[in-house]
C-alpha cells in the first residue's frame, strides 16, 4: 500500500511557541491531503483538506490563522500549529489521497504537548 | 441520523472465530466505503476498500456491500489477539462541502481473547 510519513513523530514545547509538523507520501503524488486531530478516546476530527498549490480549505470551527496549512508539492503538506497552547496539545494525524475513488493513506500522527 | 453508523460494540470474540463489523451509511449516493483498524494511540490503517456490490476478499478479511440496503460489513475469519482494536468504518463524500472527505462511523472496538 501506499505510505505516508510524518514529521516529528512526537514534539514538546512551551506554550506561546509556533511548531511545524511534515507530512509526505513517499511513493505516490497526492493532490490532496488532509489534517485531522484526535483526542484521547474520541473520534478523529477533520481540520482541514489541503491541495497542492492552493489554499487549504478549513472545517468549521478551526481557526486557520492559528493552524497554517501549506502543501508546496505533491508529496508534502505542512500543518504549522502557531502559538501553541496546552489545550493544543492532541494527536495530529495526515492523510493523503482524496477525490472520488481515490483510498486516503494515514501518515503514523504526530503526539503534541504544549506545557 | 448519524451519516455512518457503527453497531454498537465493544464486540469480544474468541481467537479462532469470526467477528463480524458492520455500519450503515444514510447518504444513498454514496460510492466509496473503507474499513480502517486503529490500534491505541496509534493512526489508522487502512484494511479494505469497497466500491461494488458483493463481496471483496482479502486474506483474512472480507468486506460486503449492499448499497440497496445501504450497508457495509466487515468479517474477519480466524481471529486473532492481534487484530484487537477500533474498526472505523469511512465513507467518501460525494457531494458540496463533503466532496471527497471521508466521513467515519463512531468505531467498533473488537477485543479477541485467547
Known amino acids: 500500500g501506499a505510505v505516508v510519513s510524518q514529521h516529528p513523530s512526537w514534539v514538546i514545547c512551551k506554550s506561546g511557541t509556533s511548531v511545524k509538523i511534515e507530512c509526505r507520501s513517499l511513493d505516490f503524488q497526492a493532490t490532496t491531503m488532509f489534517w485531522y486531530r484526535q483526542f484521547p478516546k474520541q473520534s478523529l476530527m477533520l481540520m482541514a483538506t489541503?491541495?497542492?498549490?492552493?489554499?487549504?480549505?478549513?472545517e468549521q470551527g478551526v481557526e486557520k490563522d492559528k493552524f497554517l496549512i501549506n502543501h508546496a508539492s505533491l508529496t508534502l503538506s505542512t500543518l504549522t500549529v502557531t502559538s501553541a497552547h496546552p489545550e493544543d496539545s492532541s494527536f495530529y494525524i495526515c492523510?493523503?489521497?482524496?477525490?472520488?475513488?481515490?483510498?486516503?493513506?494515514f501518515g503514523p500522527g504526530t503526539r503534541l504537548t504544549v506545557l | 441520523q448519524k451519516e455512518v453508523e457503527q453497531n454498537s460494540g465493544p464486540l469480544s470474540v474468541p481467537e479462532g472465530a469470526i467477528a463480524s463489523l458492520n455500519c450503515t451509511y444514510s447518504?444513498?449516493?454514496?460510492?466509496?466505503f473503507f474499513w480502517y483498524r486503529q490500534y491505541s494511540g496509534k493512526s489508522p490503517e487502512l484494511i479494505m476498500f469497497?466500491?461494488?456490490?458483493g463481496d471483496k476478499e482479502d486474506g483474512r478479511f472480507t468486506a460486503q456491500l449492499n448499497k440497496a440496503s445501504q450497508y457495509v460489513s466487515l468479517l474477519i475469519r480466524d481471529s486473532q489477539p492481534s487484530d484487537s482494536a477500533t474498526y472505523l468504518c469511512?465513507?467518501?463524500?460525494?457531494?458540496?462541502?463533503?466532496?471527497?472527505?471521508?466521513?467515519f462511523g463512531q468505531g467498533t472496538i473488537l477485543t479477541v481473547h485467547p
Open positions: 489541503s491541495n497542492e498549490g492552493s489554499k487549504a480549505t478549513y
Open positions: 447518504d444513498r449516493g454514496s460510492q466509496s
Open positions: 469511512a465513507v467518501i463524500g460525494e457531494g458540496g462541502t463533503s466532496y471527497g472527505k471521508l466521513t
Open positions: 469497497i466500491y461494488s456490490n
Open positions: 492523510s493523503a489521497g482524496g477525490g472520488l475513488f481515490d483510498t486516503q493513506y
